[in-house]
């Protein structure tokens, strides 16, 4: 949160872009256009992210610019070919996609889908303009009931850290930390300061004995020692 509260300051708004899990495609969604121009917030899904990172960006200039994000209108001059239509998000969808938008605004927040024309049935976005409970039963109206979680406050679907080496599959989990407000942080023992968000389902699937440190008290983490044993202490 507070790197997105400095870009914010520093740009007018920040992007979180969530990566492809399994079957589950990624997405990308601002956070402060609203804050910052009174526009509502973008979101798109199921391209490449570091494609919808920049379309994303592309937007927020255009409305800084004078663009007007109108539901029912839209959006040429973004993606190459392709005219992305502006569909109102529900308020249902808030909690399972947008959690940062509502920690950061403190509630719900206007927000807007952009829409690019899906080929097929590969159902890579969802329809948000619909009620969550009115929607075709897809991954996304499933994104809370996929596995069960032993971690209390944190649904399966709910974004944890992780340092990049544990989160590409590269590292081991070594550190697990249960901040003082419920957060849950899983990390590498290299002290490295790179870190993202990712699915605590996607960590567990990958480390299932992290389960074993579901019970550590909020403000606590459990470390593994150079002999392989694991220490639990107080988080400074």
């Not at 927020?60 to 007007?68: E, N």
């Not at 969802?126 to 649904?155: C, I, M």
């Amino acid at each position: 949160m507070r790197d997105i509260a400095w870009h914010v300051q520093s740009h007018g708004w920040s992007v979180v872009a969530l990566p492809e899990d399994g079957a589950l495609p990624g997405w990308a969604y601002s956070v402060g256009m609203w804050h910052t121009l009174r526009a509502p917030e973008v979101c798109m899904f199921g391209l490449r992210l570091a494609d919808m990172h920049h379309w994303v960006n592309r937007v927020g200039d255009r409305v800084r610019g004078g663009l007007s994000l109108a539901p029912g209108t839209s959006v040429d001059g973004i993606l190459d070919g392709y005219a992305l239509a502006v569909r109102p998000v529900h308020s249902s969808w808030h909690a399972d996609l947008f959690a940062y938008g509502l920690d950061f605004h403190r509630g719900p927040l206007p927000m807007v889908q952009l829409v690019w024309p899906e080929l097929g049935s590969a159902n890579r976005q969802p329809s948000l303009w619909l009620p969550k409970d009115d929607h075709p039963p897809s991954l996304w109206t499933r994104l809370d009931q996929l596995v069960d979680s032993p971690f209390p406050g944190a649904a399966p679907d709910s974004l944890v850290l992780g340092s990049r080496a544990v989160i590409d599959g590269s590292a081991p989990v070594a550190g697990v930390v249960h901040g003082s407000d419920g957060s849950w942080s899983f990390l590498d023992g290299s002290g490295g300061p790179e870190v993202g968000v990712v699915h605590l389902r996607h960590v567990v699937a990958d480390h299932p004995y992290v389960c074993d440190f579901a019970d550590l008290p909020p403000g606590y983490a459990a470390w593994q020692e150079p002999d392989g044993n694991w220490s639990r202490s107080r988080v400074d």
